[in-house]
């Protein structure tokens, strides 16, 4: 498994503005994904960020709303900008890691954004 | 993607078995079956994977219908832990999971 973490681990943010999510692993990843789960609802996921790479953004999802940066292979951040109250949900980011047979995804505790 | 189909919750009594179920009759060949759960206010925990055959490890069972078309998570002994939210989730190669609803599990003391 890996170590990772999220900070900040929550926020509260007033509308128009924008906030930087930063995830940091103990070990050198390739694969790095960030998932959104809405108040009551299961994650979805966002995009996959390779380092090297631009990210690949899911539908529904695009790059001016959800910049994220991969600079290295122990780090990503992940920005969401001119935010509404739509945007208050818990941003998780996950790693992709060898495993048993398979590679297994390992999630951090994630960061509670609430949007005033 | 293959879909699957769990109970939105289920109870279970502490030191108790649990069998958490799990449908997906549209698994392809290539599909593994993962199970993660996600405790109160922390992210996704991996619980165990398979593709055909019964898995164990020290957190759980997987066992897997012949057929492939469902599964089944066995907690051995429910601890007031385990209270989660339970995901079933198809992938071929784990760098594209789509997590449904799930199973909230509820234990009792």
């Known amino acids: 498994s890996a170590v990772i973490s999220q900070k900040p681990s929550r926020d509260i943010c007033q509308r128009g503005t924008s906030l930087t999510i930063q995830c940091q692993v103990d070990?050198?990843?390739?694969?790095m994904f960030w998932y959104r789960q809405q108040p009551g609802q299961s994650l979805t996921l966002i995009a996959t960020?390779?380092?090297?790479?631009?990210?690949?953004?899911e539908s529904g999802f695009v790059i001016d709303k959800f910049p994220i940066s991969r600079p290295n292979l122990t780090f990503s951040t992940l920005t969401v900008s001119n935010m509404s109250p739509e945007d208050s949900s818990i941003y998780l980011c996950s790693v992709l890691l060898p495993g048993q047979g398979l590679d297994t995804q390992y999630f951090g505790p994630g960061t509670r954004l609430t949007v005033l | 993607d293959a879909k699957t189909t769990q109970p939105n919750s289920m109870e279970s009594n502490e030191e108790e078995p649990v069998h958490l179920p799990c449908n997906h009759s549209t698994i392809s060949g290539t599909d593994y079956i993962h199970w993660y759960r996600q405790l109160p206010s922390q992210g996704p925990e991996y619980v165990i994977h398979g593709l055909t055959s019964n898995v164990n490890n020290r957190m759980a069972s997987l066992a897997i219908a012949e057929d492939r078309k469902s599964s089944t998570l066995i907690l051995h002994r429910a601890t007031l832990r385990d209270a989660a939210v339970y995901y079933c989730?198809?992938?071929?190669?784990?760098?594209?999971?789509?997590f449904g609803a799930g199973t909230r599990l509820t234990v009792k003391p």
């Open positions: 070990s050198q990843v390739t694969m």
């Open positions: 989730i198809l992938t071929y190669n784990n760098n594209d999971m789509r």
């Open positions: 960020a390779n380092q090297g790479s631009e990210a690949t953004y």
